[in-house]
T-cell receptor
Framework: DTAVSQTPKYLVTQMGNDKSIKCEQN?????MYWYKQDSKKFLKIMFS???????INETVPNRFSPKSPDKAHLNLHINSLELGDSAVYFC?????????????FGQGTRLTVV | GQQLNQSPQSMFIQEGEDVSMNCTSS?????WLWYKQDPGEGPVLLIA?????ELTSNGRLTAQFGITRKDSFLNISASIPSDVGIYFC??????????FGKGTKLTVNP
């Protein structure tokens, strides 16, 4: 069973479109995250939710909006996609609230904006 | 904000050799984590360290939390081809978010 699963694995879309990435974890964790990995493999946190409540919101354009319908799901919606949004987006979850300790990562969604 | 310096950026070694990589920080961390990322996959946690001076092993991997709380190293002994990947250190100070190093790309030649 996949612990943290995100869909789709690949997403190719045109500039200006709106897209969503879904994430689900079956680990019973209260905290979930979205990370962005750029072309140089640098990982940076974007958002963190604890039990459906937003607790970390990094300096991310407001075109990015996370939504957590319940503590097992954290989806990422991106409006008006730009070329610079191309990256790999990772969902993660942890039992340590808020800050990311011992996070379990999904397989990633490679977003390509053309 | 907190920054991590991870070195080396890349390593090319022969199978059977030992490997060492490290991370240093300009500020104190309470937790050090080491992750490995295979191509096309998400990072996987290898070792977690919670106490200054702590030395922890996971099979052929050994990691230490530096006494100053500003550094950590990861050693891999007797490397094998499946050790290939990118290794990330990550640190966390107090209630702040987890910060990742820029990764060490390891290539193992059979």
């Amino acid at each position: 069973d996949t612990a943290v699963s995100q869909t789709p694995k690949y997403l190719v879309t045109q500039m200006g479109n709106d897209k969503s990435i879904k994430c689900e974890q079956n680990l019973g964790h209260d905290t979930m995250y979205w990370y962005k990995q750029d072309s140089k493999k640098f990982l940076k946190i974007m958002f963190s939710y604890n039990n459906k409540e937003l607790i970390i919101n990094e300096t991310v354009p407001n075109r990015f909006s996370p939504k957590s319908p319940d503590k097992a799901h954290l989806n990422l919606h991106i409006n008006s996609l730009e070329l610079g949004d191309s990256a790999v987006y990772f969902c993660a979850s942890s039992h340590v609230p808020g800050t990311g300790g011992e996070a379990f990562f999904g397989q990633g969604t490679r977003l390509t904006v053309v | 904000g907190q920054q991590l310096n991870q070195s080396p950026q890349s390593m090319f070694i022969q199978e059977g050799e030992d490997v060492s990589m490290n991370c240093t920080s300009s500020s104190i961390f309470n937790t050090w984590l080491w992750y490995k990322q295979d191509p096309g996959e998400g990072p996987v946690l290898l070792i977690a360290l919670y106490k200054a001076g702590e030395l922890t092993s996971n099979g052929r991997l050994t990691a230490q939390f530096g006494i100053t709380r500003k550094d950590s190293f990861l050693n891999i002994s007797a490397s094998i081809p499946s050790d290939v990947g990118i290794y990330f250190c990550a640190g966390q100070g107090g209630s702040e978010k987890l910060v990742f190093g820029k990764g060490t790309k390891l290539t193992v030649n059979p």
